[in-house]
């Protein structure tokens, strides 16, 4: 195939929910179908048949922008989208959400990822359409990230990683038609990682957590670009890093369910 003909990372966009997403980096998206077999003695043939209902999923990794809209998926109500290239479609429809990710470091961009569990069909039937989320692709500069939580202070805020994981149970009709039903199974578990360059930070002790609860309101600011609020997280690590050539940094391990 020659250049001229292949299709371009300009020549395709992905559509969710009515929307054009903007700044995407990479898109992984596709299905699957188990397949087996039976053999039976006096034949040379065997039948095939699948065992189970196809295996689809969707990946999307892109900037953060002021507009994102991601976690707004976290819900029941199923999405439809694709990819739409050169006027042909790949897409989807009862796709849900099953978790979602951002990582920020002062310097560079921030970065979300967000997986989908597909139950519905997959094809060129289905694609996108719809306006353009909009938004401007920020690095995150020093004084940027802001974080309330233990030991926030006056120490520096280098790097966070914050994720949901969202699981889903799909029941299929027996006459293989689609998903009757999908089920979200709460709660949902909530992770947060802080690395802290230190000034005064005070370690914790780890046994005092064995008798009194160290539940904590964590409120992540990313400049103009986002703010998360995560209520009744515990802290279950603290790890500090040090070297001949770099300051101490300390990594804090925040857990949660909502």
Request: aromatic share 12%; with cysteine.
């Amino acid at each position: 195939m020659s250049k001229n003909s292949s299709v371009s990372n300009y020549d395709n966009s992905l559509y969710i929910s009515g929307h054009k997403i903007f700044g995407v980096n990479s898109v992984n998206f596709g299905y699957s179908l188990p397949v087996d077999h039976v053999s039976v003695i006096g034949y040379s043939k065997f039948k095939t048949f699948t065992s189970s209902a196809p295996q689809s999923s969707l990946s999307v990794q892109k900037y953060l922008s002021p507009a994102d809209f991601f976690l707004n998926f976290t819900g029941l109500n199923p999405l439809v989208g694709g990819v739409d290239y050169k006027g042909k479609k790949f897409g989807f429809n009862s796709a849900y959400l099953t978790s979602y990710s951002v990582a920020a470091s002062v310097g560079n961009f921030p970065n979300l990822n967000a997986s989908f569990s597909i139950f519905g069909d997959v094809g060129d039937e289905f694609g996108g359409n719809g306006a353009s989320e909009t938004g401007a692709l920020r690095v995150v500069r020093p004084g940027d990230i802001r974080i309330e939580c233990d030991g926030s202070g006056t120490n520096r805020i280098e790097s966070f990683t914050y994720s949901l994981e969202c699981k889903r149970e799909a029941y299929y009709h027996p006459t293989g038609s689609g998903a009757m039903e999908v089920v979200t199974v709460k709660p949902f578990k909530v992770n947060a990682d802080f690395t802290i360059g230190v000034d005064d930070y005070e370690a914790k002790r780890a046994f005092d957590y064995l008798l009194n609860s160290n539940s904590r309101k964590i409120t992540i600011e990313i400049g103009s670009l986002a703010t998360f609020t995560m209520n009744n997280m515990e802290l279950i690590s603290e790890t500090l890093n040090t070297s001949a050539t770099d300051d101490l940094v300390i990594t804090l391990t925040y857990q949660g369910f909502i």
